[in-house]
C-alpha cells in the first residue's frame, strides 16, 4: 500500500531522516525495515544527483522516499 494511503488510514510508518549523501545509507534503511526514507537536502550535504541515487535506491529496495528541498523555488529542478 502506498505512504500516503498508509498515513489517510492513520497506520503508523517507521522512517528514517537520511542527512549524509549516498545510496548506501538509503539501502541500509530499506533493509532493516523502515517504511520511508526522508532525503534531507536543506541540511543533508547532497546535491541534486546525490538525491537521486538516494531517491533510485530507495525504489529498488520497495523504500517510499520523501525529499526535503534545499529552498522554495519552484522552477529548480
Known amino acids: ?5 498508509r498515513w489517510a488510514y492513520k ?10 549523501p549516498g545510496a548506501l545509507g538509503v539501502e541500509v534503511v530499506g533493509r ?4 520511508w526514507a526522508l532525503i534531507d537536502m536543506q541540511h543533508g550535504c ?4 546525490g538525491a537521486l541515487d538516494m ?5 529498488i529496495r520497495g523504500l517510499a522516499s520523501v525529499v526535503r ?6 522552477g529548480r529542478g
Do not use: H, K, S
Open 11 to 20: 497506520d503508523v510508518t517507521y522512517g528514517a531522516w537520511c542527512m549524509m
Open 55 to 59: 531517491i533510485r535506491a530507495a525504489d
Open 1 to 5: 500500500m502506498p505512504l500516503r494511503q
Open 69 to 74: 528541498v534545499p529552498w522554495n523555488e519552484p
Open 32 to 35: 532493516v525495515g523502515f517504511d
Open 46 to 49: 547532497m546535491g541534486y544527483e
